[in-house]
C-alpha cells in the first residue's frame, strides 16, 4: 500500500488572542489541550486539560546543572504553533499503517539571569501529549551535565494506579494498585485511570543518549521526574546542542482505547535501515523451558539441553509445524564465564555449530543465536563485531541477548542510566550492520525505538513466563496487567504458550538451581486455552511457543499455534479493563487471530465481529475453556467449536478464572491462498 503523506507546514507567529505570557494548542480532535504559562517571577508551567476536566495541574519545567546556577526562570523570546500530518507504514508491527498527526506549540527561551538558551516543544495528539527540552547552539552554554530534571506531573486528582517500584537495572516486579497519594518511586509507563474513566499513562518516547526517566512522589498527587544517575552521582553528561527524550501522557476515554495508543511509536525517528527484507516477525520454539523447569541445563554434562541431536529434533520440528524459528541456549562453552569469548562463539563438545546451522538453512529455518552477557559490557563490547560477523556468515540472523546483573553492570553503572542507553543502542546499530535482529533480556525500557531501528524486535522488561517454572510464578491478574502498562512501551517477549500446565510431564525429572530434586510444586497460574490466547494479548513479532516439543506433538490445540501468523497489518482492542479482562483481534493479510483473556475471575465475554469487511463469511475455529475448567481444577482441559461467522455475528465466550479463548478466522471465499503458509 502506498504511503500518503500530507505535511501542513503552516508556521504561525504567536497567536495575538493569547496572552504575551500564556500559550497554549489543541490536539487535533479539539479534545487535549496544553497550556503553557510563565507567572511573574518567569517560572514556567505546563498543564493538561481534556475537554472540561483538567488532568494535570500547572507543573513545572527546569534543570538543575553542574557548576552552573538552575534553569528554572525563563523569559519567552518567540513561540510558533505547527499543524502536522503524515501517514506511514511501519516495517512490522501491531499494525503497519499508521497516522501521525498532530498540533505543536513551540517556545523560544532564555534564561532571565544568563545568556543560556533552551527551547520547550510541546505536541497535542488526539491519544495524548508530548513535550521536551531543546538546548540549541550557543556560546553560554558548551559542555553540560545535568543533576537533577525539575520536570512535574501535578495530577489534577488522586488517580487510581497501577505500578511497580522503581529499579535502576530491573523491570521484572510484581504490579501494584493503588492511589497515586501511595506510591514512593515508580517505574513508567505509570498507569492511572480517574473517577470519571479517563485512563492515562505517563512514560518516554526516544530515549537516546540520556537518562532512563523514574518518577518520584513529592506530595498529595504531585510526582516528579527521576532521572537514574550515573555511579558518581550525576544524571547525564552531554554537549550542546542536545535534546532530552519526549515527556509522555498517553490519554484516553477506556482502557481499550489507551491500549491501542500510537503515540510512543509516533514520536520517533523514520526507519533508518534503508534495506528491511531481512527483518521479519516469526514464532519460534527453543531449548529454553526444560532448562527452566530443571529437566535440562545450560552447563554440559548427563543432562546437558543444547546437543546436536536435540537441535536437530528441534529444526525438524519447527519445520513440519509451520514454525519459523529455534533459540538454542548454552551451546556455548564456558556458559559461566560470561564475557569471555568461548561464551559467544565456542560450542560445547556435544554441540557442532556448523552443522547445525547448515541444517537449518536447508531446513529454511531460522536459528536465534544468544548473547549473555551477566552485565560485563566492556568484554561483550569487545567480542560483539565477531560475534555477529560469524553469525551472519553462519547464517544466524536473530540473537537474543541477555544482561542478568541484578546489581547494575560490572562497571557499576546501571542498565536504565545513559551508559545502558548508550550500550544497547550501539548494539542495536551494530546489528542492523550484521542483518541480525535483536530480543534483548535484562534490556533498556522500551521507548518507541523499533520505529527508528526495527530490527530492535522485542525484550523482556518484566516478569516473563519462566518465573512460572522456578518459583510462586505470575498471576492471570498480573498478565492482566502487563498489555496497559509495560506493554504500552512496546512488545514483550513474555514467553507463553505452555500446554503442561502442573509440569506432571516431567514428575520426578526436575532438579531445582543446585541440582537436587525439585520438591516444590510450582506451575503455570492460567488454563492452557488462556496460554494460547496469551499468544496474541502478550504482543510480540518474535513470539514464542515457549513449552517443550514433547508437550506440543499430536496436540489438537497446537493446530492454533502452528496456524498463527504473527506478521500482523491490523490490530484491534475489542474490549478491555485494566486488571480484570481484555479481548483483542489481529489480522494478518486476510485471516483474523482473536483473543479474550480475564484475570483469577471466570466471566462470560460477548465479542461483536462487525470490524470484519461486510458480505464476507469466515471460518472460525474457536478454542476455549472447557465447562469443567479453572486454573486450579482441571486446567488442561478445553473444547474445540467451528462455526461460520461475518460482521453480524456475536461471539459469547464463558471465560474460566484465569481462562481464555483464542479463534482463528479463515475466508471463505479463497482469497487466503494457502493459510499454514506465512
Same mark, same amino acid.
Given at each position: 500500500? /502506498?504511503?500518503?503523506?500530507?505535511?501542513?507546514l503552516c508556521w504561525l507567529?504567536?497567536?495575538?488572542?493569547?496572552?504575551?505570557?500564556r500559550h497554549?494548542?489543541?490536539?487535533?480532535?479539539?479534545?487535549i489541550?496544553?497550556?503553557v504559562?510563565?507567572?511573574?517571577k518567569? @517560572?514556567?508551567?505546563?498543564q493538561?486539560d481534556?475537554?472540561?476536566t483538567q488532568l494535570?495541574m500547572p507543573?513545572?519545567?527546569?534543570?538543575t546543572?553542574q557548576?552552573?546556577p538552575?534553569?528554572e526562570t525563563?523569559?519567552i523570546?518567540s513561540s510558533?504553533?505547527?499543524?502536522?500530518?503524515?501517514?506511514?507504514?511501519?516495517?512490522?508491527?501491531?499494525r503497519?499503517n499508521?497516522t501521525?498527526e498532530y498540533?505543536e506549540?513551540f517556545?523560544a527561551?532564555?534564561?532571565k539571569?544568563s545568556?543560556r538558551k533552551i527551547n520547550?516543544?510541546?505536541r497535542?495528539?488526539?491519544?495524548?501529549?508530548?513535550f521536551?527540552y531543546e538546548?540549541p547552539q550557543?556560546?553560554?552554554?558548551?559542555n %553540560?551535565?545535568?543533576m537533577?530534571e525539575?520536570?512535574?506531573f501535578n495530577?489534577?486528582?488522586?488517580y487510581?494506579?497501577w505500578?511497580?517500584e522503581a529499579?535502576?537495572?530491573?523491570y521484572?516486579?510484581?504490579?501494584?494498585?493503588s492511589p497515586?497519594?501511595?506510591?514512593e518511586h515508580?517505574?513508567?509507563?505509570?498507569t492511572? /485511570?480517574?473517577k470519571?474513566?479517563?485512563h492515562? #499513562?505517563?512514560?518516554e518516547a526516544?530515549?537516546?543518549?540520556?537518562? #532512563?526517566?523514574?518518577l518520584k512522589h513529592e506530595?498529595n498527587?504531585?510526582?516528579s521526574?527521576?532521572?537514574?544517575p550515573w555511579?558518581? &552521582?550525576?544524571?547525564v553528561?552531554?554537549?550542546?546542542?542536545?535534546?532530552?527524550p519526549?515527556?509522555?501522557?498517553q490519554?484516553?476515554?477506556?482502557?481499550a482505547q489507551?491500549?491501542?495508543?500510537?503515540l510512543i511509536?509516533n514520536?520517533?525517528?523514520?526507519?533508518?535501515i534503508?534495506?528491511?527484507a531481512?527483518?521479519?516477525p516469526?514464532?519460534y520454539?527453543?531449548?529454553?523451558w526444560g532448562?527452566?523447569?530443571?529437566v535440562h541445563t545450560w552447563q554440559?554434562?548427563e543432562?546437558?539441553?543444547?546437543?546436536?541431536?536435540r537441535?536437530m @529434533?528441534y529444526?525438524?520440528?519447527?519445520?513440519q509445524h509451520n514454525i519459523q524459528?529455534v533459540?538454542?541456549?548454552g551451546w556455548n562453552?564456558g556458559w559461566?564465564?560470561?564475557g569471555?569469548?568461548?561464551?559467544?562463539?565456542v560450542?560445547?563438545?556435544?554441540?557442532?555449530?556448523?552443522k547445525v546451522?547448515?541444517?537449518a538453512?536447508?531446513?529454511?529455518?531460522?536459528i536465534? &543465536?544468544?548473547?549473555e552477557?551477566g552485565?560485563?559490557?566492556?568484554?561483550?563490547e569487545?567480542?560483539?563485531?565477531e560475534i555477529?560477523?560469524?553469525y551472519?556468515?553462519?547464517?544466524?540472523?536473530?540473537?537474543k541477548t541477555g544482561?542478568?546483573?541484578?546489581?547494575g =553492570?560490572s562497571n557499576g553503572?546501571?542498565h536504565?542510566?545513559?551508559?545502558?542507553?548508550n550500550?544497547?543502542r550501539?548494539i542495536?546499530?551494530l546489528?542492523?550492520?550484521y542483518h541480525i535482529?535483536?530480543?534483548a533480556?535484562?534490556?533498556?525500557k522500551?521507548t518507541g525505538?523499533?520505529?527508528?531501528w526495527?530490527?530492535m524486535?522485542t525484550r523482556?522488561g518484566a516478569?516473563?513466563?519462566?518465573?512460572n517454572?522456578w518459583?510462586d510464578?505470575n498471576?492471570?491478574?498480573?498478565?492482566?496487567?502487563?498489555p496497559?502498562?509495560r506493554?504500552? #512501551?512496546?512488545?514483550?517477549?513474555?514467553?507463553? &504458550?505452555?500446554f503442561d500446565?502442573?509440569y506432571?510431564? =516431567?514428575?520426578?525429572q526436575?532438579?531445582?538451581w543446585q541440582?537436587?530434586?525439585?520438591k516444590s510444586?510450582? /506451575?503455570?497460574?492460567?488454563?492452557?486455552?488462556? @496460554?494460547?490466547?496469551?499468544?496474541? %494479548?502478550l504482543?510480540s513479532p518474535l513470539?514464542?511457543?515457549?513449552d517443550m516439543?514433547?508437550?506440543y506433538?499430536?496436540?489438537?490445540?497446537f493446530?492454533?499455534i502452528k496456524?498463527?501468523?504473527v506478521d500482523?497489518?491490523?490490530?484491534?482492542?475489542?474490549?478491555?479493563?485494566i486488571?480484570?479482562?481484555?479481548?483483542?483481534?489481529?489480522?494478518?493479510k486476510?485471516q483474523w487471530?482473536i483473543?479474550?483473556?480475564?484475570?483469577s475471575?471466570a466471566?462470560?465475554?460477548?465479542?461483536?465481529?462487525?470490524f470484519?469487511?461486510?458480505n464476507r463469511?469466515y471460518?472460525?475455529?474457536?478454542?476455549h475453556?472447557?465447562?469443567?475448567t479453572?486454573?486450579q481444577n482441571n486446567p488442561?482441559?478445553?473444547?474445540i467449536k467451528? @462455526? %461460520?461467522?461475518?460482521a453480524s455475528?456475536v461471539?459469547?465466550?464463558q471465560l474460566a478464572?484465569?481462562g481464555?479463548?483464542?479463534?482463528?478466522?479463515?475466508?471463505?471465499d479463497?482469497?487466503l &491462498?494457502n493459510i499454514n503458509?506465512q
Amino acid at each position: 500500500m /502506498r504511503t500518503i503523506s500530507i505535511i501542513l507546514l503552516c508556521w504561525l507567529c504567536q497567536a495575538c488572542s493569547q496572552e504575551p505570557n500564556r500559550h497554549s494548542v489543541h490536539s487535533p480532535n479539539n479534545q487535549i489541550h496544553i497550556t503553557v504559562q510563565l507567572n511573574d517571577k518567569g @517560572q514556567l508551567t505546563y498543564q493538561v486539560d481534556k475537554n472540561d476536566t483538567q488532568l494535570l495541574m500547572p507543573s513545572k519545567l527546569g534543570f538543575t546543572l553542574q557548576k552552573q546556577p538552575t534553569l528554572e526562570t525563563f523569559e519567552i523570546i518567540s513561540s510558533q504553533i505547527k499543524s502536522f500530518k503524515k501517514d506511514w507504514q511501519a516495517v512490522w508491527g501491531e499494525r503497519k499503517n499508521i497516522t501521525n498527526e498532530y498540533n505543536e506549540l513551540f517556545i523560544a527561551l532564555k534564561d532571565k539571569q544568563s545568556e543560556r538558551k533552551i527551547n520547550m516543544r510541546f505536541r497535542a495528539y488526539d491519544d495524548g501529549i508530548a513535550f521536551r527540552y531543546e538546548f540549541p547552539q550557543q556560546t553560554a552554554l558548551s559542555n %553540560v551535565v545535568i543533576m537533577d530534571e525539575k520536570t512535574q506531573f501535578n495530577l489534577a486528582q488522586d488517580y487510581q494506579s497501577w505500578w511497580i517500584e522503581a529499579d535502576y537495572d530491573s523491570y521484572e516486579k510484581l504490579y501494584k494498585q493503588s492511589p497515586v497519594s501511595q506510591v514512593e518511586h515508580v517505574q513508567t509507563p505509570f498507569t492511572m /485511570r480517574s473517577k470519571n474513566g479517563v485512563h492515562l #499513562s505517563i512514560h518516554e518516547a526516544a530515549l537516546t543518549d540520556y537518562a #532512563s526517566m523514574t518518577l518520584k512522589h513529592e506530595h498529595n498527587s504531585q510526582l516528579s521526574a527521576e532521572l537514574v544517575p550515573w555511579q558518581d &552521582g550525576t544524571k547525564v553528561k552531554t554537549k550542546v546542542p542536545f535534546r532530552t527524550p519526549w515527556r509522555t501522557l498517553q490519554i484516553a476515554d477506556s482502557a481499550a482505547q489507551l491500549a491501542s495508543s500510537d503515540l510512543i511509536l509516533n514520536l520517533n525517528e523514520a526507519n533508518k535501515i534503508s534495506e528491511t527484507a531481512w527483518i521479519k516477525p516469526m514464532k519460534y520454539i527453543g531449548i529454553w523451558w526444560g532448562i527452566h523447569l530443571g529437566v535440562h541445563t545450560w552447563q554440559e554434562g548427563e543432562r546437558h539441553a543444547a546437543t546436536t541431536e536435540r537441535a536437530m @529434533q528441534y529444526i525438524d520440528f519447527a519445520k513440519q509445524h509451520n514454525i519459523q524459528g529455534v533459540l538454542f541456549e548454552g551451546w556455548n562453552k564456558g556458559w559461566e564465564q560470561w564475557g569471555t569469548r568461548e561464551a559467544y562463539l565456542v560450542a560445547t563438545d556435544d554441540f557442532d555449530l556448523e552443522k547445525v546451522a547448515d541444517y537449518a538453512k536447508l531446513q529454511g529455518v531460522a536459528i536465534v &543465536g544468544h548473547n549473555e552477557t551477566g552485565g560485563n559490557i566492556a568484554a561483550y563490547e569487545s567480542h560483539v563485531n565477531e560475534i555477529f560477523s560469524t553469525y551472519n556468515k553462519l547464517g544466524i540472523n536473530t540473537v537474543k541477548t541477555g544482561y542478568v546483573a541484578e546489581k547494575g =553492570f560490572s562497571n557499576g553503572e546501571h542498565h536504565q542510566g545513559q551508559f545502558g542507553v548508550n550500550h544497547y543502542r550501539k548494539i542495536v546499530k551494530l546489528a542492523a550492520k550484521y542483518h541480525i535482529m535483536l530480543n534483548a533480556h535484562e534490556p533498556i525500557k522500551d521507548t518507541g525505538i523499533r520505529r527508528t531501528w526495527p530490527n530492535m524486535m522485542t525484550r523482556e522488561g518484566a516478569r516473563g513466563g519462566e518465573y512460572n517454572a522456578w518459583s510462586d510464578g505470575n498471576s492471570a491478574d498480573y498478565t492482566m496487567i502487563l498489555p496497559f502498562t509495560r506493554l504500552l #512501551s512496546g512488545p514483550m517477549d513474555y514467553t507463553p &504458550g505452555i500446554f503442561d500446565i502442573d509440569y506432571s510431564r =516431567f514428575q520426578g525429572q526436575r532438579f531445582d538451581w543446585q541440582g537436587n530434586p525439585q520438591k516444590s510444586h510450582y /506451575r503455570v497460574h492460567t488454563t492452557l486455552a488462556r @496460554q494460547l490466547a496469551n499468544m496474541l %494479548v502478550l504482543y510480540s513479532p518474535l513470539q514464542m511457543a515457549a513449552d517443550m516439543i514433547e508437550n506440543y506433538q499430536d496436540h489438537p490445540a497446537f493446530e492454533f499455534i502452528k496456524a498463527l501468523n504473527v506478521d500482523y497489518d491490523d490490530s484491534k482492542v475489542l474490549s478491555a479493563e485494566i486488571g480484570e479482562y481484555i479481548s483483542v483481534a489481529r489480522r494478518a493479510k486476510q485471516q483474523w487471530f482473536i483473543a479474550s483473556a480475564t484475570n483469577s475471575e471466570a466471566r462470560k465475554l460477548s465479542l461483536k465481529l462487525d470490524f470484519l469487511p461486510a458480505n464476507r463469511q469466515y471460518f472460525a475455529t474457536i478454542y476455549h475453556d472447557a465447562a469443567n475448567t479453572d486454573w486450579q481444577n482441571n486446567p488442561e482441559a478445553y473444547e474445540i467449536k467451528e @462455526q %461460520v461467522v461475518d460482521a453480524s455475528t456475536v461471539l459469547n465466550l464463558q471465560l474460566a478464572a484465569a481462562g481464555g479463548a483464542a479463534i482463528s478466522l479463515i475466508p471463505l471465499d479463497g482469497h487466503l &491462498g494457502n493459510i499454514n503458509k506465512q
